[in-house]
T-cell receptor
Framework: EAGVTQSPTHLIKTRGQQATLRCSPI?????VYWYQQALGLGLQFLLW???????NRGNFPPRFSGRQFPNYSSELNVNALELEDSALYLC???????????????FGQGTRLTVV | ELKVEQNPLFLSMQEGKNYTIYCNYS?????LYWYRQDPGKSLESLFV?????AVKQEGRLMASLDTKARLSTLHITAAVHDLSATYFC??????????????FGTGTLLAVQP
């Protein structure tokens, strides 16, 4: 069974540009989470999507946005890139609100975003 | 606001020694997770602890949860070099009965020296 897959693996952008990161959850998972892991700042919760809707959002500016598609895959968009957006962006998936027995979140390999 | 604290932040161990990583969290939660991260890699799930008193063991690692004390521990027995990695605990905040948000601790960088 395929795990959580993210693309691209690496992404280099110039300050002010936009970046789009993609995530495919494990088959059957309806919830997708995005996390930012910046050097020295740990893992910070960004966004949670479940069944196509944004359910929760971390303390990030509005230029961080995303969406979830009908097949439960997700995109994270970062507009007006700043140097400090350089980080490893991790996507995770789990059973959504309907899933009580298995509440574990599984992570993808991440997208390394570098803003120059 | 839920806060999760781990200590120590850095742990240098000799092979064969035992040690414990501590994870404290600030508000009530009934889900505690431990993850391992190798340099440049993603997070690998180690343990899921869902109830007070839960104890799980896998190889040289054993995790426990005390929800009353809001404390989880990850105990390392007879460390080997392959255990060198960063270990994160995370606390789940439920919504509608499923994990919807994981708040991570700062991580503990474990270096096992030969």
């Amino acid at each position: 069974e395929a795990g959580v897959t993210q693309s691209p693996t690496h992404l280099i952008k110039t300050r002010g540009q936009q970046a789009t990161l993609r995530c495919s959850p494990i088959s059957g998972h309806t919830s997708v989470y995005w996390y930012q892991q910046a050097l020295g700042l740990g893992l910070q919760f960004l966004l949670w999507y479940d069944e196509g809707e944004e359910r929760n959002r971390g303390n990030f500016p509005p230029r961080f946005s995303g969406r979830q598609f009908p097949n439960y895959s997700s995109e994270l968009n970062v507009n007006a890139l700043e140097l400090e957006d350089s980080a490893l962006y991790l996507c995770a998936s789990s059973w959504g609100r309907a899933g009580v027995m298995n509440t574990e979140a599984f992570f993808g390999q991440g997208t390394r975003l570098t803003v120059v | 606001e839920l806060k999760v604290e781990q200590n120590p932040l850095f742990l240098s161990m000799q092979e064969g020694k035992n040690y414990t990583i501590y994870c404290n969290y600030s508000t009530t939660s009934d889900r505690l997770y431990w993850y391992r991260q190798d340099p440049g890699k993603s997070l690998e799930s180690l343990f899921v602890l869902l109830s007070n008193g839960a104890v799980k063991q896998e190889g040289r690692l054993m995790a426990s949860l005390d929800t009353k004390a809001r404390l989880s521990t990850l105990h390392i027995t007879a460390a080997v070099h392959d255990l060198s990695a960063t270990y994160f605990c995370a606390v789940g905040r439920g919504y509608g009965g499923a994990t919807n948000k994981l708040i991570f601790g700062t991580g503990t960088l474990l270096a096992v020296q030969p």
